[in-house]
């Protein structure tokens, strides 16, 4: 067997013992539903057929500036709810996630302008948009819980302005998770299977 496959076979192993024990809890009744987080699509095509409980739910980074599109129709496809994080773009996230190319949600002019016609501030902006898209976020604050939970049921965005924000992807992924590499790994990138296969 060629290295590189044998060592996605022997990732994919891994991950599915850890995930037999969350299917072992849920059996036990001891947990509802299993969760997977920051999963690619081809990583998901390896590991759906092994699992006897499907996820319930994935968390993804999703934002204006990297809106996983194809993902989120892959997981919806499939009953698996997409959970959007950093859906705010993270704008305190830690130095070490912080990359000189990385595209500032809230600082596009899009969604400053937008912001400013309604008055609030851009992260309000970007929360309505994942919303009126009919989707899950969960925005961390520790300031703004109420504005957040406020602007879902108030002064939505009008059909142009989303259609604007929908615009704004350039597929700026900020958990680059080059602090997971793995010995050998060229860069982050191998980390996302961007050709569609599993780097290893
Ligand atoms: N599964 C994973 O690998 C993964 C990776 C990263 C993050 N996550 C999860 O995703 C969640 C969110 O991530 P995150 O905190 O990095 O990014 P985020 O939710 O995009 O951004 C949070 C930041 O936005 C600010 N904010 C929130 N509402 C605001 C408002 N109305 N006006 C102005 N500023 C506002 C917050 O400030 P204040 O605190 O001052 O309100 C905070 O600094 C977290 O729960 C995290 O655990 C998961």
Same mark, same amino acid.
């Not at 008055?119 to 819980?145: D, M």
């Given at each position: 067997?060629? $290295?590189? #496959?044998?060592?996605? !076979?022997?990732?994919?192993?891994?991950?599915?013992?850890?995930? $037999?024990? !969350? /299917?072992?809890?849920? /059996?036990?009744? *001891? %947990?509802? +539903?299993?969760? %997977?987080?920051?999963?690619?699509?081809?990583?998901?095509?390896? &590991? *759906?057929?092994?699992?006897?409980?499907?996820?319930?739910?994935?968390?993804? /980074?999703? +934002?204006?500036?990297?809106?996983?599109? /194809? *993902?989120?129709?892959?997981?919806?496809?499939?009953?698996?709810?997409?959970?959007?994080?950093? =859906?705010?773009?993270? =704008?305190?996230? =830690?130095?070490?996630?912080?990359?000189?190319?990385? &595209?500032?949600?809230?600082? *596009?002019?899009? #969604?400053?302008?937008?912001?400013?016609?309604?008055?609030?501030?851009?992260?309000?902006?970007?929360?309505?948009?994942?919303?009126?898209?009919?989707?899950?976020?969960?925005?961390?604050?520790? +300031?703004?819980?109420?504005?957040?939970?406020? !602007?879902?049921?108030?002064?939505?965005?009008?059909?142009?302005?989303?259609?604007?924000?929908?615009?704004?992807? !350039?597929?700026?992924?900020?958990?680059?998770?080059?602090?997971?590499?793995?010995?050998?790994?060229?860069?982050? +990138?191998?980390?996302?299977?961007?050709?569609?296969? %599993? &780097?290893?």
């Amino acid at each position: 067997m060629h $290295r590189n #496959v044998a060592q996605a !076979c022997k990732k994919t192993e891994e991950f599915m013992d850890t995930y $037999r024990q !969350c /299917e072992a809890l849920a /059996e036990e009744g *001891l %947990i509802r +539903h299993i969760g %997977i987080s920051n999963m690619t699509i081809p990583k998901m095509d390896a &590991v *759906l057929p092994m699992m006897k409980i499907k996820p319930a739910a994935a968390e993804i /980074e999703m +934002h204006p500036a990297f809106q996983q599109r /194809e *993902l989120k129709i892959y997981l919806e496809e499939r009953n698996i709810l997409p959970v959007r994080y950093m =859906p705010i773009g993270s =704008p305190r996230r =830690p130095e070490r996630d912080i990359m000189e190319e990385d &595209v500032a949600d809230l600082e *596009l002019p899009a #969604v400053q302008e937008i912001a400013q016609r309604h008055g609030v501030h851009p992260a309000v902006i970007a929360l309505k948009w994942a919303h009126q898209n009919g989707q899950l976020t969960i925005p961390f604050s520790t +300031h703004h819980y109420y504005e957040n939970l406020k !602007c879902m049921t108030e002064d939505p965005l009008t059909q142009e302005e989303m259609a604007a924000i929908a615009a704004l992807d !350039c597929n700026n992924r900020l958990v680059k998770g080059h602090v997971f590499l793995w010995e050998g790994a060229k860069d982050w +990138h191998a980390l996302w299977d961007e050709d569609g296969v %599993i &780097v290893s």
